[in-house]
């Protein structure tokens, strides 16, 4: 039996809703621009127990990803093909010396910051996990577009509904594009590198 | 009487044989990343029988449970749901493979490591459970696309 336990933090906004934005001026497939919407400040926690905030975007270009760690298939899936995408990415500027990613947990309830350190360092060691309070990651995937649910399984055991797109987000803490599943590291080195150039021209 | 009957029924069931046509290759399990507790494992289904057949369920003798769930974007949601029976006509192929249908494998009996060889169970509507080596990889085989 599925039930919907109701328990939706959901955003104001779909994740459809970038598709049918004016792009005019946007030559880039999924670019948002000339409106990226903005990370607010965010109190979140790092997989090591320090604070993860706003600044610790500044000056990075970010490819993030929601999920949780008790999930078997899109999770390990999109963070292998993430460690892929990063060891190319890194070989050059400006992802080289600026590019992270970041694994945001969506299931605070079971995701300890020590349980997130074991399981992104699992896909590369460079990756930061990253988890908060519900009302602390509302900020967060709010300002993103981020849809999450928990729908209970039957019993105490329960899964998570979450957005599966990859956001790029620049070094001014600006949500620039999403992309959409099915995910390839093919397309998301070429639109990372196509975005990251587009916003350095503009700047 | 009786006994002639015994022998009859064993004669039909022994025709009905359905998973006799069910073909599986390229199985294998994810090796689940340290503090997951679940796994899930991948196949390719085949029905090289004369009659359609029906596969009910799937389990391993190395998990306390076992489910077929299938993975669906949704309004770019990533949802997890139960999958139904799985029908094959003669000639029809199902395909789990990451970021679609799956068999989500529950409490193992040790942690399923890189270079262990686990056991997948099918089970057909009719006859015989099809049983197929499970090896646990780190990631899908290259030939699958992700
Ligand atoms: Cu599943």
Redesign the pocket.
């Known amino acids: 039996m599925i039930l919907i336990a109701g328990m939706a933090f959901a955003a104001g906004i779909g994740l459809s809703w970038w598709h049918n934005r004016d792009t005019e001026g946007a030559p880039i497939d999924g670019l948002l621009w000339p409106d990226p919407p903005a990370v607010p400040e965010i109190a979140l926690t790092r997989d090591d127990g320090t604070p993860f905030k706003l600044a610790d975007l500044r000056g990075k270009w970010t490819l993030m990803f929601f999920g949780f760690t008790h999930c ?2 899109v999770c390990p899936t999109t963070l292998d093909l993430l460690a892929q995408v990063h060891t190319v990415l890194k070989k050059t500027p400006p992802y080289g010396t600026q590019g992270q990613v970041v694994f945001v947990s969506v299931d605070p309830e079971r995701d300890t910051p020590a349980q997130l350190a074991q399981y992104v360092h699992y896909f590369h060691k460079d990756f930061i996990g990253v988890t908060g309070a519900d009302s602390d990651l509302k900020p967060l995937t709010q300002a993103l577009g981020v849809l999450f649910m928990k729908v209970a399984q039957g019993g105490p055991d329960y ?1 998570v509904d979450h957005s599966a797109g990859i956001f790029f987000i620049d070094p001014a803490g600006r949500l620039v594009s999403v992309l959409t599943p099915p995910h390839t590291a093919d397309a998301v080195i070429a639109r990372f590198k196509a975005v990251s150039a587009f916003i350095l021209g503009k700047s | 009487m009786r006994s002639v009957c015994m022998v009859l029924i064993l004669l039909v069931n022994g025709a009905a044989l359905a998973c006799d046509g069910l073909v599986v290759e390229h199985a294998w399990l994810r090796q689940p990343p340290p503090g997951s507790d679940v796994a ?1 494992a991948y196949f390719d289904a085949r029905n090289d029988g004369a009659a359609t057949l029906t596969i009910t369920a799937v389990g391993s003798p190395d998990f306390k449970s076992a ?1 077929l ?1 299938a ?1 669906h974007v949704v309004d770019g949601r990533a949802v ?1 749901r139960p999958q139904g029976d799985i029908e094959l006509a003669p000639g029809a192929h199902f395909v789990a493979a990451p970021g679609g249908a ?1 068999v ?1 494998l529950f409490e193992p009996a040790k942690p399923p490591t890189v270079g262990d060889t686990l056991t997948l169970q099918l089970d057909c509507r009719a006859g015989e459970p099809l049983r197929v080596a499970l090896p646990v990889l780190r990631d899908a085989p290259r030939a699958t696309p992700p």
């Open positions: 078997p298939d899964t | 899930a489910m769930h993975t997890m799956h989500m």
